[in-house]
């Protein structure tokens, strides 16, 4: 089984809906990450969790919310989803270090 | 302002030969890099890292060099597969600023002909 989950693999939504992309792990990690890929820009960090008390926003926050449930558990929320959202979505754990494990990825298409 | 840059968005090469991919950082606080490999419909992989007090680490047919003073990383790959086409991703951090935040390049997708 896949250390790093995330559903669903693929979203199409509305704009103006909410969504919520879920991200679990078994590797026992404290550090969660979400990121997005877009074409010719790479991964760029949207937030990180040291633990569930602990929240912290990444480079490019703005219309994205989290919620850390538990330590295996990291959710993204889009409050009113837009165009420019549509992308590639990707969660991540680390340990201690600097390596992190990324998930399958979500393909969320905002129309 | 872009603090990773991979300035090559494609690379070709023969099988058997050797893949070079480059990666350029600009923040002098970076001291541990990465590379990562990701597949369609995958999530990235971790291939290998360096730290900064190394010029070099070496992993199988993969070797990443590390030039300090110019603020360049490379990956050498020897001998190219075609398994190996895939998008591959440098990544930068600072272990000092204890966030585990990596600053990811734009990506480079190699293709490996048979």
Known sequence: DADVTQTPRNRITKTGKRIMLECSQTKGHDRMYWYRQDPGLGLRLIYYSFDVKDINKGEISDGYSVSRQAQAKFSLSLESAIPNQTALYFCATSGTGNTQYFGPGTRLTVL | ?114
């Open chain 2, 1 to 114: 302002d872009q603090q990773v840059k991979q300035n090559s968005p494609s690379l070709s090469v023969q099988e058997g030969r050797i893949s070079i991919l480059n990666c350029d950082y600009t923040n002098s606080m970076f001291d541990y890099f990465l590379w990562y490999k990701k597949y369609p419909a995958e999530g990235p992989t971790f291939l290998i890292s360096i730290s900064s007090i190394k010029d070099k680490n070496e992993d199988g047919r993969f070797t990443v060099f590390l030039n300090k003073s110019a603020k360049h990383l490379s990956l050498h790959i020897v001998p190219s597969q075609p398994g190996d086409s895939a998008v591959y991703f440098c990544a930068a951090s600072s272990r000092s600023s204890n966030t585990g935040k990596l600053i990811f390049g734009q990506g480079t997708t190699l293709q490996v002909k048979p």
